[in-house]
T-cell receptor, first 114, second 116 residues
């Protein structure tokens, strides 16, 4: 059981480039989300999805796009990378099956924008 | 706007000591308060969680204390071990309607180092 898989693990981009961070889960979870982790800031929610075809913005959505075409996949797109997007990105999923189901996190993608 | 404030930013404890991490929240609609533990190079993982209808929850060496009137909650790690060295995040969510969306608001994190 792989859980939540994120690729790539590391990425370096130049300002203005675009890229997609991949996230896949094999637990049939309805809820998926993207967080970014910055020192002293904790984890901040970028976008989330409560099911295929449904997405919504979190706390820091600017500069990012998401889509959810299947239950398993929830890619995060950086449209035009900026140095302020240098961060560690985590994808997480959970089930609606039980109240307060825990978030299951991937191991992150470390992104550097130069 | 940081709705969950966590302190201290870092904490050094000797093996066998007690580690205490504190969090304060602003949104009175929050009704679920988990703590996550993160090791280097890994994603956070749920450690322990509490709901506001109880004032304390204990699981092994880990205890959450909750003060609803003060809007504060804390994590106590008894008999701290070097293997507990990690980053700890408090979090909160509002599960209105009884459905858990996992839409957590996290604190800033505490880097705990337990010296042998």
């Amino acid at each position: 059981n792989a859980g939540v898989t994120q690729t790539p693990k590391f990425q370096v981009l130049k300002t203005g480039q675009s890229m997609t961070l991949q996230c896949a889960q094999d637990m049939n979870h309805e809820y998926m989300s993207w967080y970014r982790q910055d020192p002293g800031m904790g984890l901040r929610l970028i976008h989330y999805s409560v099911g295929a075809g449904i997405t919504d913005q979190g706390e820091v959505p600017n500069g990012y796009n998401v889509s959810r075409s299947t239950t398993e996949d929830f890619p995060l797109r950086l449209l035009s990378a900026a140095p302020s997007q240098t961060s560690v990105y985590f994808c997480a999923s959970s089930s609606f099956g039980t109240a307060n189901s825990p978030l299951h996190f991937g191991n992150g993608t470390r992104l550097t924008v130069t | 706007q940081q709705q969950v404030k966590q302190s201290p930013q870092s904490l050094i404890v000797q093996k066998g000591g007690i580690s205490i991490i504190n969090c304060a929240y602003e949104n009175t609609a929050f009704d679920y308060f988990p703590w996550y533990q993160q090791f280097p190079g890994k994603g956070p993982a749920l450690l322990i969680a509490i709901r506001p209808d109880v004032s304390e929850k204990k699981e092994g060496r880990f205890t959450i204390s909750f003060n609803k009137s003060a809007k504060q909650f804390s994590l106590h790690i008894m008999d701290s071990q070097p293997g507990d060295s990690a980053t700890y995040f408090c979090a909160a969510s509002n599960n209105a309607g009884g459905t858990s969306y996992g839409k957590l608001t996290f604190g800033q994190g505490t880097i705990l180092t337990v010296h042998p």
